[in-house]
Structure formats: structure tokens, C-alpha cells
């Protein structure tokens, strides 16, 4: 089983919907980062959280991260199709080193 | 800020040759630097870690002499594949970050398609 799991994979939401992704790790986090991705091209920072209880919002986008660091969620108010994309949290269980979910595939319909 | 590029974006090569591909960290100094491969529709899988001056510390499983990292200066690594294979086709993405401090926030590139035929 992987380290760290994603759910769901994918999700399709209509425009204004809101919606969670979850990022569960099996270890202890000593970071969890979230990151966005659109296919074939690079990702883009959204947050990083470190400490346990921690919440960070940018824009209409929410992280926290549970008081026993091992899971993680990314709330998305008011969903636009520019939110669309692919959604990764990369937790960082080794001097930096991140490993990565397997992703959520965000569809958002106007 | 904090932005990271990487040159070239796509590359088409022929078996055997080699190819070379650079990371920049353009508003920031890198201390170090990550360097991922993404198959299609998987996640990132990182390959090895950089840091400016030492020599790149590989994951399991990744052939060093194969592909060969540089970080020579705060602002640039490079990822050089050596005598590339169709298997070693694959999405690289580099990231940043600007200290050798875990806590320090990792930025990505845009990645580099590599087609090797």
C-alpha cells in the first residue's frame, strides 16, 4: 500500500460547489505540502503545513493538517472551472525528501 | 518570487546520445535542489537530491552513473541522461528550495518532456 493516499481520485463538481481532498499518510509528517498540477506541466505551490492543528487559506483555497500530523485536507470554496486541475500532496517523511499521493483529478463544469 | 525554470521544455533525442537538462531557481539561491521523474497519469517519484558544491545523493534504484546531477552554482543544477533509452522517456521536474532547512518551502519547475526514440 502506498505511503501516503489521496481520496478521491477524481472528482467532478459543478461551478460554485464546494469540496474537500484528503491526504492520509501512514507515518508521522514532519511537512505536508499541496501542490496543483495541470498535465504535462509543473507544479504550482499552493501550501505548506508543519505544525499539528495547523490551517493555511489562500484566496478560496483551505489546508489543515491534524493535531497527529497524519492526515491532511484541501477545502476548495465556491469551486471554479479554474480550479480545475490535478491536486498532489507531497509529505515530507525524510530530511526534506518528498513523497508524493497519487493525485485527485479536479473537474470543475460552469 | 520563487520562481524555477528548466530548459530545455520538451526534448526528442535518438537512443545512445545523451541529453542534458537545467534547473534555475531565477529570484532565490538554491542550496538545494530535488530532481522528480513523472510517468504518464502517475505521481512524482523523486530521483535524487542536490545540494550546492557535494556530490548528489541518489534514491534506490536510480542509476547514478546514468544520469548524472550538477550543482554547481545557487542558481543552477543539471540533470544530464547518458546514453538514453526509450525506457528512459519520462516527465523531469526539478524543484528548489532555498536552504537546506526541511522547513523552507520546495518550488517547481515546469518540468521536461523527454522522448527518447
Known amino acids: 500500500s502506498q505511503e501516503l493516499e489521496q481520496s478521491p481520485q477524481s472528482l467532478i463538481v459543478q461551478e460554485g460547489k464546494n469540496l474537500t481532498i484528503n491526504c492520509t499518510s501512514s507515518?508521522?509528517?514532519?511537512?505536508l505540502y499541496w501542490y496543483k498540477q495541470k498535465y504535462g506541466e509543473g507544479l504550482i505551490f499552493l501550501m505548506m503545513?508543519?505544525?499539528?492543528?495547523e490551517e493555511k487559506s489562500h484566496e478560496k483555497i483551505t489546508a489543515k493538517l491534524d493535531e497527529k500530523k497524519q492526515q491532511s485536507s484541501l477545502h476548495i470554496t465556491a469551486s471554479q472551472p479554474s480550479h480545475a486541475g490535478i491536486y498532489l500532496c507531497g509529505a515530507d517523511m525524510n530530511y526534506g525528501k518528498l513523497t508524493f499521493g497519487q493525485g485527485t483529478i479536479l473537474t470543475v463544469h460552469p | 518570487g520563487a520562481v524555477v525554470s528548466q530548459h530545455p521544455s520538451r526534448v526528442i533525442c535518438k537512443s545512445g546520445t545523451s541529453v542534458k537538462i537545467e534547473c534555475r531557481s531565477l529570484?532565490?539561491?538554491?542550496?538545494?535542489m530535488f530532481w522528480y521523474r513523472q510517468f504518464p497519469k502517475q505521481s512524482l517519484m523523486l530521483m535524487a537530491t542536490?545540494?550546492?558544491?557535494?556530490?548528489?545523493?541518489?534514491e534506490q534504484g536510480v542509476e547514478k552513473d546514468k544520469f548524472l546531477i550538477n550543482h554547481a552554482s545557487l542558481t543552477l543544477s543539471t540533470l544530464t541522461v547518458t546514453s538514453a533509452h526509450p525506457e528512459d522517456s519520462s516527465f523531469y521536474i526539478c524543484?528548489?528550495?532555498?536552504?537546506?532547512?526541511?522547513?523552507?518551502?520546495?518550488?517547481f519547475g515546469p518540468g521536461t518532456r523527454l522522448t527518447v526514440t
Open positions: 524543484s528548489a528550495r532555498a536552504s537546506e532547512d526541511r522547513t523552507y518551502e520546495q518550488y
Open positions: 507515518k508521522t509528517l514532519y511537512g
Open positions: 503545513l508543519q505544525k499539528g492543528g
Open positions: 542536490s545540494n550546492e558544491g557535494s556530490k548528489a545523493t541518489y
Open positions: 529570484d532565490f539561491q538554491a542550496t538545494t
